[in-house]
């Protein structure tokens, strides 16, 4: 059974109890917390479209990447508690924006509100798809609880070697983890379809960042995603990383990719013939991270 009373939802398994205000390895307590909500234009195409992509910036986050663009919000906690009939209201105003879908950010820490929130709301009318954008470290009996609430699932696989989860985002097992998470919601909403517009509906798309100095390991991710999930899955390999939060410190981390590197990371994605998804200009400028897709 799933539970904030001792705190299983996510592969930590911190055990605490956040109902009586403990803290374990994300922060989270036991009412929602969020940063912001907005709409955002510079997704995937199929996902932002023309009218953007109705994201909820969730705060606090169940990994503690060293590089992460959003660290005020996942590593410092930033925003606001909110009630579960608070966040039904901002899912249903989204609506009203008439933005593409419900695009839930770092959702992970608050999985049974967030169900709770979306009957609210599909009880009022929401009829748009709910996307759960998450950076793959997910347990899957926490996963089967959102079965037939999320349309399309949107996760991260970082990393294919384990030492470099734990230098970079301090877990020890997340290729396993991630893994068995991604086959789950590819077994829960299967491959992407598309509306008449190219708007996403249902389905999967796989992210993966790349970072400098760790090509191979990139490798192996789109590799394991090759051998391992249906053709039709849309992968997503974003050349935005540029240094931020502690990897402004760190010696491998601390500079942006080189044309060299993407240029490998794209000579080996049609080397391996993936056939979906999208890949990512590579910017000039440090402030050129605003994705701009192709394939």
């Known amino acids: 059974m799933i539970t904030y009373e001792k ?3 996510c592969p930590h398994e911190c055990k605490i109890n956040r109902l009586n205000g403990e803290i374990g390895r994300c922060k989270a307590q036991d009412k929602v917390k969020i940063a912001l909500y907005s709409t955002h234009n ?49 899912f249903l105003k989204q609506q009203e924006n008439e933005v593409e879908n419900i695009n839930l950010v770092t959702p992970t820490s608050y999985v049974l509100q967030i169900i709770e929130a979306i009957k609210i709301a599909k009880s009022k009318g929401l009829k748009i798809p709910i996307i759960y954008n998450t950076n793959g470290y997910e347990k899957v009996e926490t996963l089967k609880l959102l ?8 996760p991260d696989l970082k990393y294919a070697e384990n030492e470099i989860s734990k230098k970079y985002s301090n877990v020890n097992n ?6 068995k998470a991604i086959k789950e919601m590819v077994r829960q909403v299967g491959s992407p379809k598309l509306n008449d517009n190219g708007i996403i509906e249902k389905g999967v798309i796989v992210r993966h960042l790349v970072l400098p100095n760790n090509i191979q390991n ?13 053709s039709e899955i849309f992968v997503s390999i974003m050349a ?14 601390n500079r942006k990719l080189t044309k ?9 994605v049609y080397e391996l013939e993936i056939e979906n998804g999208y890949m990512q200009e590579l910017g000039e400028h440090e402030e050129e991270y605003v994705p701009r897709w192709e394939w």
């Open 260 to 268: 060299e590197e993407w240029q490998e990371i794209e000579d080996f």
């Open 174 to 179: 997340y290729f396993e983890i991630a893994t």
């Open 7 to 9: 705190c299983n939802i």
């Open 240 to 253: 935005q990383y540029f240094p931020t939060y502690k990897a402004k410190e760190i010696k491998d981390l």
């Open 147 to 154: 079965e037939g609430y999320i349309d399309v699932y949107l």
């Open 218 to 230: 990139s490798k192996k991710v789109l590799k394991w995603i090759k051998e391992n999930l249906p």
């Open 42 to 90: 510079f997704e995937e195409p199929c996902i932002s479209g023309t009218k953007g992509s109705g994201t909820v910036f969730f705060s606090n986050c169940n990994l503690n990447c060293v590089y992460c663009q959003n660290y005020e919000i996942s590593q410092l906690g930033r925003g606001k508690e909110i009630t579960v009939q608070e966040l039904a209201n901002i």
